[in-house]
């Protein structure tokens, strides 16, 4: 097979891992965290999001986040917002881009949103003219498309839809969110082919959650559709709140391990993310979901002395 040599991996700890934790982390030790990941190697990270404080506690000091983070100019800060108001809030904060917060079935928009998919969209509108003004990236997305917890699976039609009117707003980055691991290889493939197909013009990244143990096999399903844009989060930490059942985003050192095992490049310094991870699952166990964090890199296993040993 002809494969990419490079991928791309966008940190949505600090918005996804964090979002739904019991334990308020501080302002200060957020900012330190996502110090700790600006030195990664990641392109970009999604370090909060501007949603109703009510709606998520943990992230009401995105703006205090913002302010402290030491930034860098080869890492663009990405905020996920869901309406006018979180992007007039993430302006002032000063975020590079924004991914606009979008559901494929109107029971999980309405749970997550407060309104059905189409009225969110038409609120995108106004949105949109005022990111251009102040030269802000927007990126979409689109929750629940591979399997809605509420209705199931979700018609190509439907999503076909989504895509075209993402169009007509002048949006052409789309991240396809497996909100609570309803996707497997064979859907992946069978939806990424679909849409890819209808609007080639469109450019496709994945959010995929490891809920069932699947999220690597649909990574991978999803690159040899074409797909070289993936989000993970440190300790595999992430969830949606207002979708029941979803747990954490298939985890960064996973899915940085898995790629470059197979001679794909992601620029990150795994041993980095690998240590962050660490403290991440020491003080957040119950939450935490690591493969690599576990077991160590394939890598590790060449100098364990006991092989080494053996081998005489
Ligand atoms: C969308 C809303 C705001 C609608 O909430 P609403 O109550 O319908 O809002 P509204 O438009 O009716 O406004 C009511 C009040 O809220 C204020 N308001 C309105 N917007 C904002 C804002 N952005 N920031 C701060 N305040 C805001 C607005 O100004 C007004 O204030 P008032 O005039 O009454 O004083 C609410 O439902 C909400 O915040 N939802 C967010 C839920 C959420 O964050 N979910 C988790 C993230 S999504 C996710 O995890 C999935 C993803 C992205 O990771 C991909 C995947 O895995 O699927």
Redesign the pocket.
Known sequence: MNIPKEIIITE?CPR?GF?SLPEIISTEDKIEIINQLMNCGYSQIEVT?????K??PQLKDASEVLNGINRRKDVKLRA????L??LE?AIEAGVDKV?L?L?ATDSHSLS????KTFDAMKEFEPLVTRAQHSSIIVSG?I??IFGCPYEGDVPIERISEICKRYIDLGIYDI?L???TGMANPVKVKRIVGQIRDLYPELKFSM?L?NTRGMAFANAVAGFEEGITDFDSSVAGL??????PN?SGNIASEDIIHGFEEMGVQTGIDLDKVILIGKALQERFPVYSNSFILKAGKCSDLHLAPKCQEKIG
């Open positions: 949505v996804d979002q999001s501007f949603v109703h404080p709606a998520i996920l917002v869901p309406n108001k979180g809030r991914k917060m559901s997550n949103a407060n309104r997305s929750s629940v991240s969110a497996d909100t959010h959650h992430g969830g949606c709140p207002y979708a979803a």
